[in-house]
């Protein structure tokens, strides 16, 4: 089976803190994969250290073969990765479906000339990229509220925005940093199945980071486990649940 | 919003090119239609048209791009001082007609700003705001004092220009173009690039927008157009200085940015046109009485306090509000003064002439602190806004799921 | 450029004017930075405070008597120290009113707006200031309120022994040759159309004074003097004790970890029942005086300054570029850069471009920010994604 994304020892120091120590783990095309652990566990920097925004100590990141470690994080948009962020960073001032082109703009670039003159080109490629956000917002719900700003919607809906707009950069693999957080029941369900249709319909490979086990767990079907930036347990959702190293670590158990 | 679902009239080439036409065609004209105004009102409206192209340019790269460039005079200098020393230098070797000599140096003066912008623009990779800000200015002041050293450039004394070409229709021209390739560009998916880098650099990397490429462009566009009107500033007045391009012009500058509201084209093209006039139109104040002049710091200060709290209600509440603290203001200014009148020493008479900056230094602060987002805030002066306010809901409320 | 005009031996010379001058960019700086620190907010007021604080110590001077064309003789130290003390009580209350009319309504909105609400302010106290003070022609303290006018001359290197006597044998020849030219003037010769054995005794005494003149520049060039005005000195002493204080405050009392608490995070500083309002008033309360303090020391000890109301314009802004230049926020990092910014205006004089003295402030700011954006004692902070 190819390998799509896969992190060979990759370690990454600030000072004297090393925030992820050797984390080893390999994503195939199609996977919908989970990242947890307990708080501080070093996640968000695994997606940081991923998508260019920290350059690895030491180890590789390989995607599609080819190692990106280091890559600055525009570059990492265009070979094909895309992701959402924890704290969430939308295009506060810009409308719900301007934050979705914004993503678009990747694939169907609008030279500078054109778009001073606005030349029919220019239109174009606007028009074209108005309608594929709209296609994007309705995977997500959200085309009823296209034309509000986007930092006027509630939390969830935010969340959802920003998984549109990352989507809209066609990317291979989507990071999903948290996606449920501050969802209720019913909303979780209707992510999962969200995530499950940006899996099937669009075949884009899915890693995400959650807190919510039971998320998780019935989402994903392969999970990696860090605590203290370290690897601690890797398998299908089963094995997790039973690994004592992880019950240790989110329970806290004494040593 | 400027990708709002609902499609603009100037998608259709035929709009396109039909305003274009017309516009061209008024600005022809305009030269001879107001042939009959005296000098100074020309010079005014000339001005005001360099203005409003520094100002929307200076937009481009403040409001719409986000990045903090406060030395925007120095591209117009740039400008102006390419088209001095070509002017002074080819132009009676090459014997252009006006028409022609015109663009060309227009176009040399916008070149060479482009260049200076590319220049200030890469320290704003890695500088952040305030920073920007005062690498900007340092260098719009190197480039000044270098020129006052210049022997080629005159030094102080500066170099005359001739030929000496003014045309309102010229400037408008070019105001016009600026506000358009801006408008233009905030229509296209590629103006909310510029905009996405300045809501948030680190998601726009993410989604792949060339964060870098966008900041020198943002440069690079704004100080072509300051530039160019350089170029036509120095035909205008007949010499350039770089007295004419001193710090004031930048911080002037940036006020007009804010005070029409950081990122709104129409806003900047008012708050130029405004900022620049009211200065003019106080050159023939009269002579006040100090009392008169105190009073009116006095009440401002005194009820625009009332800002501090938090206004919730209807817009229009909110402007009748706003008048009303105006009227305040101005009544109780004139009462105070009667009453300070009484007072030792309070009836010398201030000459007029002095109190022009004073005064336009009050407006400033007064206008501030009462609508501290600008005359229109991020919002554009269009068709859209307009039926907004009249009463189709504004769907700027939260909408929960 | 006169660049083959470079003398090493003034360049000690050089360098102390340029500390000198460095601490009065300092004083402001530190105003600058402390705002800056709290509020996040540029104080493009503040070279106008630093206006108002030379015009305190003019107006001081003139109540102890040093109105123009005074014949006073005596002066004491404690004139000077009455003028500091007004400048600087007459920044603090300004600085005060600007923040609590002017910054503290916008307090809430966005930061570019503080910004030109600070320009308004500036532009209102230069253009109001026309209206109610002394500015043409601009006025200057008189130098004669200073008691330490004498300076101190430290000899690094002295000229040769040989030269030296040469010079002493000079001057005597001058004197004498001046005596008999008075001389004959007392009697009736005409100064420009002398008769010929006038012109004589004229061309002898020219010539001695250019052979003196010839002479003494070369001890000039052999010997390293550098001369500090006294005056100067205690205008830098002053300068280290104010920081000293400055630091002491900010460091080991509670105010001053208020003020730090605040610079760091307004929000949880107010959460933590620091009193932000209070905090940011005493801020500017210090800041301003030390720029009065600033203004007192550079128009009384830098004699023949000039004062109007654009004489902060420049100051401020260069001051400004220092707190820049070691970090704005930074407060140690505001001395450095202002010492930084006056040593090397005095540098560039040194050179021989001295021309350009106003563009190096700019010029080192863009170096140094290049390879440090932060400034020199800044802290990068990274953003936390």
């Given at each position: 089976m190819t390998t799509l994304l896969e992190l060979r020892d990759a370690t990454i120091r600030f000072g004297g803190l090393v925030a992820v120590n050797k984390v080893c783990f390999e994503i195939h095309p199609g996977q919908l994969f989970g990242l947890i652990g307990p708080n501080g566990a070093g996640k968000t920097t695994c997606f940081n250290l991923i998508t260019g925004v920290y350059r690895p100590t030491s180890g590789e990141i390989f995607f599609d073969g080819k190692g990106i470690g280091g890559t600055s994080p525009s570059v990492i948009a265009e070979k094909g990765i895309a992701r959402t962020f924890q704290n969430i960073r939308l295009?506060?001032?810009?409308s719900v479906l301007e934050n979705v082109v914004v993503g678009g703009c990747l694939r169907r670039p609008t030279g500078l000339f054109s778009a001073l003159a606005y030349l029919p080109k220019a239109i174009q490629i606007t028009d074209a990229l108005r309608d594929e956000a709209l296609r994007y917002l309705k995977i997500v719900h959200l085309d009823h509220v296209a034309?509000?700003?986007?930092?006027?919607?509630s939390y969830g809906m935010q969340r959802r925005l920003e998984i549109a707009r990352a989507m809209a950069t066609q990317p291979k693999l989507l990071l999903l940093d948290e996606?449920?957080?501050?969802?209720?029941p019913q909303e979780k369900g209707e992510l999962n199945a969200m995530v499950r249709r940006i899996r099937d319909d669009h075949g884009m490979t899915v890693l995400l980071i959650e807190h919510d086990m039971r998320f998780v767990m019935t989402l994903c079907e392969r999970i990696v486990v860090l605590d203290h930036g370290e690897e601690i347990a890797q398998g299908p959702p089963a094995e997790i649940r039973e690994d004592p190293k992880v019950i240790a670590a989110y329970l806290g158990e004494a040593h | 919003m400027s990708l709002a679902i609902h499609r603009n009239w100037t998608q259709f080439a035929w709009v396109r090119l039909l305003s274009v036409g017309g516009v061209l065609l008024v600005l022809s004209q305009l030269d001879g239609l107001l042939a009959g105004q005296n000098d100074f009102v020309k010079r005014l409206i000339i001005l005001a048209g360099l203005y409003v192209v520094l100002a929307v340019s200076l937009n481009l790269i403040?409001?719409?791009?986000?990045q903090f460039s406060m030395g925007h005079a120095a591209f117009y200098m740039v400008g102006a001082y390419t088209a001095g020393y070509l002017a002074s230098t080819q132009f009676t070797r090459l014997n252009l007609p006006l028409t022609l000599w015109m663009p060309l140096v227009m176009v040399a003066g916008a070149i060479a700003a482009a260049i200076a912008g590319l220049i200030v623009g890469l320290p704003s990779l890695r500088l952040r705001g305030d920073y920007l800000a005062i690498v900007t200015l340092g260098f719009g002041e190197i480039l000044r004092i270098v020129a006052n050293n210049s022997t080629e450039l005159g030094k102080a004394f500066g170099l005359n220009v001739s030929p000496n070409f003014r045309s309102i229709g010229l400037t408008w021209g070019l105001a016009i173009l600026c506000v358009a390739c801006c408008r233009n560009l905030l229509k296209t998916s590629r103006g909310l690039q510029f905009l996405a880098v300045r809501e948030d650099e680190i998601a726009s990397a993410a989604m792949g927008v060339p964060v870098t490429r966008t900041k020198v462009l943002a440069f690079v566009v704004g100080s072509a157009f300051a530039g160019a009107a350089g170029a036509v500033l120095a035909h205008f007045e007949g010499f350039v200085s770089t007295a004419m391009f001193s710090m004031d012009v930048s911080f002037i500058l940036v006020t007009m940015v804010v005070l029409g509201g950081t990122g709104s084209i129409t806003g900047s093209v008012i708050a130029a046109v405004l900022l620049f006039y009211i200065p003019e139109a106080m050159r023939e104040l009269p002579d006040t009485p100090m009392a008169r002049i105190l009073g009116a710091p006095i009440a401002i200060v005194a009820l625009l306090r009332r800002e501090q709290e938090r206004f919730h209600g209807p817009a229009r509440q909110k402007w009748a509000r706003n008048l009303g603290i105006v009227l305040g203001c101005v009544v109780l200014a004139i009462a105070l003064g009667a009453v300070l009148a009484n007072l030792p020493g309070m009836n010398t008479m201030v000459q007029g002439s002095k109190l022009r900056m004073v005064v336009f230094a009050i407006t400033l602060i007064a206008l501030m602190l009462l609508r501290p987002q600008g005359i229109l805030a991020h919002h554009e002066l269009s068709w859209d806004w307009v039926q907004r306010l009249r009463g189709k809901p504004a769907p700027t409320h939260e909408v929960s799921a | 450029m006169p660049l083959a005009a470079v003398e090493l031996s003034t360049l000690p010379q050089q360098l102390a004017n340029g500390i000198l001058l460095g601490s009065i960019y300092a004083l402001i700086a530190l105003g600058y930075t402390m705002v800056y620190g709290v509020l996040?907010?540029?104080?493009?007021a503040h070279g106008e405070v630093f206006m108002l604080g030379a015009y305190a110590a003019l107006f001081a001077s003139w109540g102890l008597g040093f109105t123009p064309n005074n014949t006073l003789t005596a002066t004491s130290p404690v004139n000077l120290l009455i003028m500091l003390l007004a400048s600087m009580a007459l920044c603090a209350v300004v600085g005060v009113i600007i923040e609590r009319f002017a910054y503290r309504p916008i307090?809430?909105?966005?930061r570019i707006s503080s910004l030109i609400t600070a320009i308004g302010v500036s532009l209102l106290l230069q253009y109001g200031g026309q209206l109610f003070l002394p500015t043409s022609p601009a006025p200057n303290i008189d130098g004669k309120v200073n008691p330490y006018r004498n300076a101190v001359e430290l000899k690094f290197r002295e000229a040769p022994l040989a030269l030296r006597e040469e010079a002493k044998g000079l001057e005597s020849q001058v004197q004498k040759a001046q005596a008999e030219w008075d001389a004959r003037l007392a009697a009736g010769e005409s100064r420009f159309a002398p008769s010929s054995e006038g012109r004589i005794v004229r061309d002898a005494l020219n010539a001695a004074k250019t052979e003196l003149n010839q002479k003494q520049t070369e001890i000039a060039r052999q010997s390293a003097v550098v001369v500090l005005p006294v005056g100067q000195l205690i205008m830098l002493g002053a300068t280290v004790v104010l920081m000293g204080l400055l630091t002491y405050l900010v460091m080991f009392t509670r105010p001053g970890r208020a003020m730090r608490a605040v610079s760091h995070d307004f929000d949880s500083a107010a959460l933590m029942g620091v009193n932000v309002n209070s905090i940011v008033t005493f801020t500017f309360l210090i800041g301003s005086a030390l720029a009065g303090a600033g203004a007192m020391m550079n128009a009384t000890f830098l004699s023949g300054t000039k004062i109007d109301t654009f004489f902060g314009m420049l100051p401020g802004v260069k001051a400004f570029v220092a707190a820049v230049l070691g970090g704005i926020g930074n407060i140690p990092g505001a001395v450095l850069g202002g010492v930084l910014m006056g040593v090397a205006e005095a540098l560039v004089v040194w050179v021989g471009i001295g021309q350009y003295r106003d563009a190096v402030a700019f010029v080192v700011l863009i170096a140094v920010l290049l390879l440090r954006p932060g400034g020199l004692l800044g802290s990068s902070k990274v953003e936390k994604v």
């Open positions: 295009f506060k001032s810009l034309n509000v700003r986007s930092a006027d919607l996606p449920a957080a501050g969802m209720n | 403040n409001g719409i791009t986000g | 996040k907010l540029i104080n493009f307090r809430n909105q966005p």
